[in-house]
């Protein structure tokens, strides 16, 4: 398996070229850290260039460690250059102040053994802070809703990086368009980039729709519908995307696993999906799935009507004193919830 048969450019309304499927490392709470890295080792010796990173993750000093062999021709495979990866970290909420936020993005860069990253996000628009493992009804004292002149202060943060030549893109991640409107009106650099949760139960039609309207490139998390996401954020109203009858339909005529139909219908759409395995089979087919084969039209088509707008990703941690439940984070009518 070759990169060259298997990665395609993604093209956004940017110009830069960003792998269309890329190796997330959330290992949650049951993976660990050199596992994760491990992992990275062997899908990029397979073929995988995109690398999704963050801070929060606590992996980057020995994903830095394996990026290092991997540039050096060390990792057991011929050197990949560090021009042909592309690498993205994201900024933790509790990071949010500008000082904080530069030392955050170099602190990063330096972990991951880098000069430059190729895309940094700020990972939630909420600052906040919660220990790791911690249960649902866990909440920050200092939490706080979206504060607009406050995440324009961190952005422009983001904005020095990249003038500076330390960063190549910056992007947003979880956001919702009432939020992504103002900071189009006001970004002297406009995101690059908007992670997302995106998987066929839950295909955020309209964000997604105003996204791509605006040359901002969708990157999917949770593309398999997170099986492998932390008990704090299962709910018994969640479904369950590779379950679905039209999932198995089609994987059955295919004669291929579900995943494989979740990630071809990712690429089809034209988000960038970022599935997370450290099982060799998983990382080998995943990268196939959304390679190769691609869906028909009308696979597409059957796909996109299953949504259920079932959110798996509530994100109850990040709530501040005062709001109702998870769904003040996500502006649901329309405006910004305060």
């Known amino acids: 398996m070759q990169a060259k048969d298997l990665q395609a450019a993604f093209r956004p309304a940017s110009g830069a070229a960003i792998p269309p499927v890329g190796l997330g490392t959330f290992g949650s709470d049951s993976v660990g850290h050199q596992e994760v ?15 999704d990173c963050a801070a929060v993750y606590g992996n980057e000093k020995e994903i830095g460690a394996v ?7 060390t990792a057991g495979y011929p050197a990949v250059a560090r021009k042909d990866l592309w ?58 809703p979206y504060i607009h002149e406050r995440f324009m202060e961190t ?15 910056i992007g947003t991640s979880n956001m919702t368009i009432p939020k992504l409107k103002l900071v189009l009106a006001d970004a002297r650099i406009k995101p690059f980039a908007n992670e997302m949760e995106l998987h066929p139960h839950f295909q955020q039609g309209e964000l997604f729709d105003y996204v791509v309207k605006n040359g901002i490139v969708p990157i999917g998390y949770s593309p398999l519908g997170s099986p492998g996401r932390p008990d704090r954020d299962k709910t018994p109203e969640d479904t369950v995307d590779m379950d679905d009858p039209v999932i198995l339909d089609i994987a059955a005529k295919r004669g291929i ?13 034209g988000q960038i999906p970022i599935p997370f395995s450290v099982k060799e089979r998983n990382i080998e087919s995943n990268l196939r799935a959304a390679s190769v084969d691609p869906l028909t039209d009308a696979e597409l088509r059957a796909i996109g009507k299953i949504d259920k707008n079932c959110r798996l990703i509530k ?24």
Request: proline share 6%; net charge positive.
């Open 315 to 338: 994100g109850q941690v990040f709530l501040w004193q005062g709001a109702a439940g998870w769904e003040d984070l996500w502006d649901l009518d329309g405006t910004i919830t305060k």
């Open 155 to 169: 952005w422009a943060v983001l904005e020095r990086m990249a003038a500076a030549g330390l960063v190549r893109h």
């Open 257 to 269: 696993h579900p995943a494989a139909v979740c990630l071809k219908w990712a690429v089809k759409r």
């Open 37 to 51: 890295a491990e992992a990275v080792r062997y899908a990029v010796g397979i073929g995988y260039r995109h690398i």
């Open 87 to 144: 690498i993205t970290s994201k900024l933790w909420n509790d990071m949010h102040p500008p000082a904080k936020a530069e030392a955050a993005f170099k602190k990063s860069l330096s972990d991951l053994g880098l000069d430059y990253l190729d895309l940094y996000l700020v990972h939630w628009p909420f600052p906040n802070f919660h220990p790791p493992k911690c249960d649902v009804s866990s909440r920050s004292p200092d939490a706080t």
């Open 67 to 73: 990026l290092k062999s991997i540039t050096t021709g």
